[in-house]
């Protein structure tokens, strides 16, 4: 099967700092990977579509400054939350589309519980 | 107008009891493709069963079956003899366009299922 890690699992860092999460498809190439952020008891809210080798994609209201992107690899994604605040504050969850199905099922990682105090 | 509609915030069954989930979904596409998906209260997301939009027969794997009515744009979820792991946030999904092009998936707000002993 598709397997998606995440890491950290959770993180809490102090205002004006920056974190990184990294994505990874263990077992299959991705060249597409999307980042998620969620707030308690709502829905999955898409943040951007990171393709490897070009840049991200970023949904209407993202900054794009503030949640840096990299697609490194054809298995590895990072968002970086640059000057984190306490609004920042949220579970991440990375996905991956896995070429190998013909169905674009997307893959989902643990996600990592971001706390900025 | 939202893409998917999920209108039981909440549903409780009886363990050994089959439940169906409740998802409707608008898009003007001829080709989709739609997924279910559970989140346990790790935060995990869990890729249950796929149903694209010229598959003629409903999807199953396991205990998991889609009851798809094109007509009516629905795509309900059944779990057959409900254990109490399925206790979780169910989340109806789908992704727009042909396969070659689309990629964002529009999730609904959620269903949590209980499973009472």
């Known amino acids: 099967g598709a397997v998606v890690s995440q890491h950290p699992s959770w993180v809490i860092c102090k205002s004006g700092t920056s974190v990184k999460i990294e994505c990874r498809s263990l077992?299959?190439?991705?060249?597409?990977m999307f980042w998620y952020r969620q707030f308690p008891k709502q829905s999955l809210m898409l943040m951007a579509t990171s393709n490897e080798g070009s840049k991200a994609t970023y949904e209407q209201g993202v900054e794009k400054d503030k949640f840096l992107i990299n697609h490194a690899s054809l298995t590895l994604s990072t968002l970086t939350v640059t000057s984190a605040h306490p609004e920042d504050s949220s579970f991440y969850i990375c996905?991956?589309?896995?070429?190998?199905?013909?169905?674009?099922?997307?893959?989902f990682g643990p996600g990592t519980r971001l706390t900025v105090l | 107008a939202q893409k998917i509609t999920q209108t039981q915030p909440g549903m409780f069954v009886q363990e050994k009891e089959a439940v169906t989930l409740d998802c409707t979904y608008d898009?003007?596409?001829?080709?989709?493709?739609l997924f279910w998906y559970k989140q346990p209260s790790s935060g995990e997301m869990i890729f249950l069963i796929y149903?694209?939009?010229?598959?003629?027969q409903n999807a199953t794997e396991g205990r998991y079956s889609l009851n798809f009515q094109k007509a009516r744009k629905s795509a309900n979820l059944v779990i057959s003899a409900s254990q109490l792991g399925d206790s979780a946030m169910y989340f109806c999904?789908?992704?727009?366009?042909?396969?070659?092009?689309?990629?964002?998936?529009?999730f609904g707000t959620g269903t949590r299922l209980t499973v009472i002993p």
């Open positions: 077992d299959f190439q991705a060249t597409t």
């Open positions: 149903q694209g939009s010229y598959d003629e």
């Open positions: 898009t003007s596409d001829q080709s989709y493709g």
């Open positions: 996905s991956a589309k896995d070429p190998r199905t013909n169905t674009d099922t997307q893959y």
């Open positions: 999904a789908m992704r727009e366009g042909s396969r070659a092009g689309a990629n964002n998936l529009f």
